[in-house]
């Protein structure tokens, strides 16, 4: 299965290899077909409540934008972790509160509306795991948002959450009566001797049934195979005040002596569903097996063999064949309820595009020349940065001063929006002689990449040098295994490719009469 | 250690033990990127029961500094 996931933190780890992965907290729609489309969002465990509150909102708005655009494939939404927060006032809970109602409510509307998107509960898997969720090393050095020693558990409940959803779910359960719905044998207990009641055994009989009964309130449709007389059991039906589940109950039956392959069959064809949704309960072992061997497309689960078992059976069963996100008549009416809330906080705009978005983002890059405060990390990011990195050229601090001495022009930018700072994340180094200039270096850290940013600033800063030196600029591209990203990005702000050698280095000019499309997302400036 | 070391990138980096070059570092190895690197580091912290503090995580980049810092 191909899968694409948005993210604002590590996450590979903890996917398979074919998986792809946004930028963190890109928002471009997915390059190619997938299958499934997962948006795993996280609020950041190091923030202060306050940011995490605010971290909410933004989540909500890209999932919103996201799920508004894409609308043609199935979308899968991972809730929020809920125990890793904390809350100043042990009264007022506020982000606890704010995030239930995130995972229970939002998102729970958002699956009302759409049957394409799908949600799955991250804090079910959390909760069952013993040893630390977070691995504060492995957070802070690389942004893991789970304990990667979690990474294979988590792998394995993550795929077996996505099969379930892809499965597709049963409409009904058909049930064997003598010790499935009651302990012993009708014909040989009487209607009142079967074990059905208070005590145990009867009493996990009972509970059995109130499960079922429930279920089938739930909208699942029930049905009775069972080799009895008729008559014997309608007597039980209409007498045992224990017995829930009876004609009132269930959508078709079959009580007779005949082979129950051939009754199964009859009941889907009666009910008009296909054998294929259909579970089949007994406590035979033998009927089991010839239902399995005729009827190899009806789901026949093994029966517990004490009574005991029975309410653990019935959640099996139930999650593994029925659970569902999908919601009663009163359940959506409590939805409806939820939206206008939602509506009413004024912060909740709906993005219908990406621009929208953008702009609501309220993005200002400064751009700052080389000095001692940041020079370090100006060297840091050239022999960190892959990714995003035109030539690759790696400096040290020596290297960086070396090269202002001999004229070179070095800058770095720093991106903020109404979310937070990204801190020092892009860099920039143009050489000048006599006759023009030379981009040496420019890169990105990947974070930031996917909202035109990288653009805007590498514009304003060429921009500005050429009035300044009145030299034309040159750039260049080398090709390395890890900056593909990066191939056709001088033709997009308008170099003009000029040679091409067999390595795939791409030599080229500035045409400063192109007009290059820039969106006004950005606030520049400069210092 | 060494062989055990050099097992487990081998399986990391999905590459042959017999493919490993024979100064093994970082720079000599391409499929030894960032996301592979933490891999490494999460497999060799169980299989020698330690936990590394990040300033050496980040130093542990040939196989002479690994073994160093397992010591």
């Not at chain 1, 409590?334 to 702009?359: A, G, H, P």
């Not at chain 1, 200039?437 to 974070?447: A, H, M, Q, V």
């Amino acid at each position: 299965m191909n899968n694409y996931i948005y993210r604002n933190y590590t996450v590979e780890y903890l996917f398979s290899t074919t998986t792809y992965f946004s930028g963190y907290g890109e928002l471009s729609l997915p390059p190619k077909d997938f299958d499934n489309i997962i948006l795993f969002y996280q609020l950041g465990p190091h923030k202060t409540p306050e940011q995490q509150l605010k971290e909410i909102d933004e989540i909500r708005s890209k999932i919103e934008l996201l799920t508004n655009q894409i609308k043609d494939r199935r979308i899968i939404i991972i809730t929020l972790y809920q125990e890793l927060n904390h809350d100043w006032e042990l009264k007022n809970r506020e982000l606890s509160t704010a995030i239930n109602y995130f995972n229970y409510r939002f998102l729970k509307s958002l699956v009302t509306e759409n049957p394409h998107i799908k949600v799955i509960d991250i804090n079910q898997f959390l909760q069952c795991q013993l040893i630390e969720k977070i691995d504060w090393r492995f957070f802070f050095t690389s942004q893991m948002i789970i304990n990667p020693k979690l990474a294979k558990s988590f792998k394995e409940w993550f795929y077996n959450q996505l099969n379930f959803i892809t499965l597709k779910r049963k409409k009904c359960i058909v049930l064997d009566c003598d010790n499935t719905l009651w302990g012993g044998i009708l014909g040989e207990e009487g209607i009142y001797g079967v074990k059905l009641g208070q005590d145990y055994p009867g009493n996990a009989y009972k509970s059995f049934q109130e499960l079922l009964f429930a279920l089938s309130q739930k909208g699942v449709i029930l049905a009775v195979c069972s080799k009895n007389n008729l008559e014997d059991v309608q007597d039980l039906w209409k007498h045992n005040p224990n017995n829930l589940i009876n004609d009132a109950v269930l959508s078709a039956y079959r009580i007779n002596w005949e082979n129950k392959a051939e009754n199964i069959r009859a009941i889907a064809e009666e009910l008009n569903i296909g054998l294929d949704s259909l579970v089949f309960v007994d406590d035979s072992p033998v009927e089991r097996g010839i239902v399995r061997k005729f009827l190899p497309d009806v789901v026949t689960p093994d029966f517990p063999l004490k009574p005991y078992g029975l309410v653990d059976f019935f959640w099996n069963i139930y999650n593994e064949y029925f659970a569902t996100f999908e919601l009663s008549a009163e359940d959506l009416k409590k939805t409806e309820q939820y939206k206008e809330i939602l509506l009413r906080k004024e912060s909740q705009k709906k993005f219908e595009n990406l621009d929208d978005y953008f702009v609501s983002l309220d993005m200002i890059v400064d751009i700052i020349p080389i000095s001692e405060s940041n020079i370090t990390r100006i060297a840091q990011m050239t022999q960190k940065t892959n990714q995003f990195n035109l030539r690759t050229q790696r400096y040290t601090e020596e290297d960086l001063r070396k090269k202002v001495l001999l004229g070179s022009h070095i800058f770095c930018a720093n991106v903020k929006d109404k979310f937070g700072d990204n801190g020092i994340t892009i860099a920039a180094i143009i050489d000048e002689n006599e006759h023009d200039l030379f981009l040496d270096s420019y890169l990105l850290s990947c974070r930031i990449l996917g909202r035109g940013i990288e653009k805007v600033t590498i514009l304003s800063i060429i921009n500005d040098l050429i009035n300044k030196t009145g030299k034309n600029i040159r750039a260049e591209y080398i090709p390395t295994k890890k900056n593909k990203m990066t191939q056709d990005f001088l033709e997009e702000i308008g170099f003009i490719l000029q040679e091409e050698d067999a390595e795939g280095v791409k030599k080229y000019i500035f045409d400063q009469s192109k007009e290059i499309d820039i969106k006004s997302y950005y606030t520049i400036r400069r210092r | 250690m060494k062989e055990q070391i050099i097992e487990i990138m081998s399986r990391v980096f999905e590459l042959p033990v017999s493919d490993f070059p024979e100064d093994i570092k970082q720079k000599n190895i391409d499929n030894w990127d960032s996301l592979r690197h933490l891999n490494l580091i999460i497999e060799l912290e169980e299989a020698f029961d330690k936990s590394f503090e990040p300033e050496e995580i980040a130093e542990m980049t040939s196989l002479d500094k690994i073994i160093s810092y397992i010591k």
